[in-house]
């Protein structure tokens, strides 16, 4: 399993911040949200991603997909921006072919919202940070509602 290194935005504490927690991860100095991102692949996509207590962003790209490079720091910016409320995990398609396989990935970029393991919402493309954040905010509503 990975562990990111995030710097709080609130104090400026380096943490380590791993793929894979019980609750969500917070600042060790002042115990703020932190924002969670972790890449998955093929054989821990169902612990990183399906498990995972928050909802979970997902992002299908490829290293060689202009777009998907485009919108990555967006989805970071979301990820900072929900702190506490989302995960965003990262899955490279062309090293996850078992999971491009399953969920039909046909286009990239390619996101999905999952919530308590579940798809709830999909959508193909880039998109600017707060056309994003208004995505995923309705998708957690939505995942909320129907879970």
Not at 39 to 67: H, N
Not at 80 to 101: F, Q, Y
Request: proline residues 7%.
């Amino acid at each position: 399993m990975s562990t990111n290194i995030v710097q709080c935005k609130n104090c400026g504490q380096k943490n380590r911040v791993p793929a894979v927690a019980s609750s969500i991860p917070r600042c060790g100095k002042c115990r703020q949200p932190l924002p969670w991102i972790a890449e998955a692949g093929d054989d821990d996509f169902a612990e990183v991603a399906e498990a995972s207590t928050v909802p979970v962003v997902v992002d299908f790209w490829a290293a060689w997909c202009g777009p998907c490079r485009m919108v990555s720091p967006a989805l970071d910016r979301v990820a900072e921006d929900l702190a506490g409320k989302v995960k965003l995990v990262k899955v490279d398609v062309d090293r996850s072919p078992k999971l491009s396989e399953r969920f039909a990935i046909r286009n990239i970029p390619y996101l999905m919202v999952l919530s308590g393991g579940r798809v709830v919402a999909e959508r193909a493309g880039a998109a600017p940070a707060a056309e994003l954040r208004t995505w995923v905010d309705g998708a957690i509503a939505a995942g909320r509602k129907s879970g």
